[in-house]
Nanobody
Framework: VQLQASGGGLVQAGGSLRLSCAAS????????MGWFRQAPGKERESVAG????????GYSDSVKGRFTISRDNAKNAVYLQMNNLKPEDTAVYSC??????????????WGPGTLVTVSS
């Protein structure tokens, strides 16, 4: 599976962005997916995860209540709706495929990221 994130850009604090992750390959719909981010000088961190059919989602404490992960298996896509953005959300966001269907852990097949910059 190949993954490509898009939708990043420059936004003011309090604004919103919607990221998309397009996947190629027939196995996409069978596996959980996740969104991650890496800010300059910091380690990559998990942002959100979703199981294979979208019935279960999880979020890091830093984005809970502001970000929403969703997926459309018919379109081979995963989305991250980001609301009430803060300057500390500035990072390169990327998506990854899990080795599991129900648990959003053990990720692999990382795709190139998309830059999100939030100005204060």
């Amino acid at each position: 599976v190949q993954l490509q994130a898009s939708g990043g850009g420059l936004v003011q604090a309090g604004g919103s962005l919607r990221l998309s992750c397009a996947a190629s390959g027939r196995t996409f719909s069978s596996y959980a997916m996740g969104w991650f981010r890496q800010a300059p000088g910091k380690e990559r961190e998990s942002v959100a995860g979703i199981n294979w059919n979208g019935g279960s989602t999880g979020y890091s404490d830093s984005v809970k209540g502001r970000f929403t992960i969703s997926r459309d298996n018919a379109k081979n896509a995963v989305y991250l709706q980001m609301n009430n953005l803060k300057p500390e959300d500035t990072a390169v966001y990327s998506c990854a495929l899990s080795s599991h269907s129900h648990h959003y852990t053990d990720f692999h097949s990382w795709g190139p990221g998309t830059l999100v910059t939030v100005s204060s």
